[in-house]
């Protein structure tokens, strides 16, 4: 066995099931040998952030390791920021970069590709990745890898692997998986009493549940978590689409002023708030009504516990929640109910223009009738309307906010699960990586694409208003989907919407791009509640 096909046989062991990627020179010997192997699937895109970004999104919808393939300098450089978005909401992407050979490194002469030092590359994904290395020693490479495909997973982190060209078929053993680490039981029993005790002695206690439930498996354990302790469950912006699938007592997402009252009333107003897997971030609590006392929180997360003033360092999420539900039984009494949360439905189909909340009607009604589907959703106007769509699984930069996140990530979502996804996207962010629908026809791809165009960076503007710089100008995607392989009309008015959704739907093997013109200054009604409230915050 050679050193690519250890360490390919080592991603499949860890739970990778494709590798997204574009060659280059350096990256030409381990490319071969990933066709040739066959160990995984291979789909190679047309820009690197779009392969970072499907990447990450496998690595989101089905656990597991998302595989990013580049080359060195040029190739690498440019996935920068889609790696640095998965580190940010902890996604487990693994970045494979070929890398000069050791001849070539010690020349003398600098190499093509190159910027500062040849370790530059390495350096820089050091700030974006938990754990890195560059199989430089085959011997040492099968103990190297298995160090930092365990970090990947342990902590739901991107990684590092650079494959120095000259090194691609030199022999090596198998990877064999690390032990998992050993948890300190006392630890973990004397924090799940304390937390148990909290949320015994609080009058109005609440579960928010986070990306990292996702992250490490433990949707339908948190559901079943959430029933015994009879806690009424919210999401957090980042964390929406979670438990959708769950029979757990989902009361709705919370985005503070943005979000709907009561929502925003019981976790402000909560005395035993349980943050379980939550990142602390700005976009889940920077917009409180009433600001959060995060010191009187409880928050598990990032490998941690915190209880107030104090901290139990190296407590796993998944074994946290087991030891809870073994300590933790079932009762009638604890029964939370909800009352469903009635989304906007009906849409009229008429001859009005199209606002992002009719956009929001139409899905629901479409999947009223035909069943839901999983939403990948860019960042700005379209993230917000998501907001308004019936509970479903949902892929999105709620966090790190970067825009192009949608459309390749739609791509790595039907590529990895086999779903057709919906892919919700502005015009903005299609101008970035929108092009990469171009490779649908190669892979049998046909997702549905809603572009929200309204010929500008709309969301900025609603902050900035008086700046001509937000000014996008129409282009002409519906037309340019033929040339991409793909099917695209322009809508403006409610009635057309429907009718090409509806088209959408029933239309397979090709994807469908829906091009949904919206006047400027026309926001979603979750938008502008946002909009509203920041203004409101920020004048305090």
Known sequence: MNLVESLLHALKDHGAHEIFGIPGDFALPYFRIIEESQILPLYTLSHEPGVGFAADATARIRGGLGVAAVTYGAGAFNMVNAVAAA?????????????????????????????????????IFKEITCDQVKLDDPARAPADIARVLASCLRNSEPVYIEIPRDMVREECAPVLREAPRVIDRDALAACVDEILGRLDVAKSPVLMAGVEVRRFGLEQKVAELSRRLGLPVVTSFMGR???????????????????????????????????????????????????????????????????????????????????????????????????????????????????PTDIAKAVNDLFAEHGKLPIASDIGDCLFTAMEIEQTAL?????????????????????????????????????????????CKRYGWDPIVLLFNNASWEMLRTFQPESGFNDLGRWGFAEMAAGLGGDGVRVSTRAELKAALDKAIATRGRFQLIEVTIPRGVLSTTLSRFVAGVKRISMK
């Open 87 to 123: 580190y940010a909401e902890k996604s487990p992407v693994v970045v494979l970069s070929g890398g000069p050979g050791k001849g070539e490194a010690s020349s003398g002469l600098l190499l093509h590709h190159q910027a500062k030092t040849l370790d530059s590359q390495l350096q």
């Open 395 to 439: 892929l999105a930069p709620g966090y790190y906010a970067t825009m192009g996140f949608g459309v390749p990530a739609g791509l790595g979502l039907q590529a990895t699960s086999g779903q057709r996804p919906l892919i919700l996207v502005g015009d903005g962010a299609f101008q970035m990586t929108g092009w990469e629908l171009g490779n």
């Open 241 to 355: 689409g979670l438990l959708s699938d769950c029979d757990a007592p989902l009361v709705g997402t919370y985005m503070g002023v943005a979000g709907l009252p009561d929502v925003t009333q019981l976790v402000e107003g909560s005395d035993g708030l349980f943050l379980l897997g939550e990142i602390i971030s700005d976009t889940n609590f920077a917009v409180s009504e009433t600001r959060i006392d995060l010191r009187k929180t409880i928050q598990a997360h990032n490998g941690q516990v915190t209880l107030g003033y104090h901290m139990y360092a190296n407590i796993p999420l998944a074994a946290l929640v087991d030891e809870m539900l073994a300590r933790v039984k079932a009762s009638a009494d604890k029964a939370f109910s909800v009352a469903p949360h009635q989304y906007p439905r009906d849409l009229v189909a008429d001859g009005e223009t199209i606002a």
